[in-house]
């Protein structure tokens, strides 16, 4: 069966530092992956999708970045946080965009 | 901006009783899909509905689609407390690369 793999759950970062938070999935070939942000009490940000290796599509211009290092392995990451970055980040997959979204736990980043 | 708005924002009804929230949109979609979210974990999927479909069940759920009025409803009969939980809409678009996009959300509270 296919799982989906995030941490960590809670993360407290200072104004500034850097961000990696990684996202894996196991049971499935070639997923279709995203990141999303969720404001609280909101509905979710598309922030990246990529559908291959190498390949990322940003929805909205950020302080935030993502890579696919490999096929099953999504990373976000910023080089600098902003208080403004705080929030309920998501990652999910799917095998096609008919298909359901499967999602994480997802982590709670909280910037001071 | 969200494509999915989701309607009312908030819901609060008898262990019982049957909740009722609609969800509007206003572009072509390929499909919409309903989820769940208990509060601080990921997204659940519930029900997927093709645009060429106009009613879809399973178990105590029942969606129905009218495209003519970009707008879609989820009907959860005899509600439980452990239904409590926001409920978010999201549409996948038509044509190209196939966006989706999450509305709002409802929150909905069943009291026991």
């Keep these: ?112 | 901006s969200q494509q999915g708005e989701e309607d009312p924002q908030a819901l609060s009804i008898q262990e019982g009783e049957n909740a009722t929230m609609n969800c509007s949109y206003k572009t072509s979609i390929n499909n919409l899909q309903w989820y769940r979210q208990n509060s601080g974990r990921g997204l659940v999927h519930l029900i997927l509905i093709r645009s060429n479909e106009r009613e879809k069940h399973s178990g105590r759920l029942r969606v129905t689609l009218d495209t003519s009025k970009k707008s879609s409803s989820l009907l959860i009969t005899a509600s439980r407390a452990a239904d409590t939980a926001s409920y978010f809409c999201a549409t996948v678009s038509s044509g190209g690369y196939q966006k989706v996009t999450f509305g709002t959300g409802t929150k909905l509270q069943v009291i026991p």
């Design chain 1, 1 to 112: 069966s296919q799982t989906i793999h995030q941490w960590p759950a809670t993360l407290v970062q200072p104004v500034g530092s850097p961000l990696s938070l990684e996202c894996t999935v196991e049971g499935t070939s070639n997923p279709n992956l995203y990141w999303y942000r969720q404001a609280a009490g909101r509905g979710l940000q598309l922030l990246f999708y990529s559908v291959g290796i190498g390949q990322i599509s940003s929805e909205v211009p950020q302080n935030l970045s993502a890579s696919r290092p490999q096929d099953r392995q999504f990373i976000l990451s910023s080089k600098k946080l902003l208080l403004s970055d705080s929030g309920f980040y998501l990652c999910a997959w799917t095998q096609g965009e008919d298909r359901p979204q499967h999602f994480g736990d997802g982590t709670r980043l909280s910037i001071l």
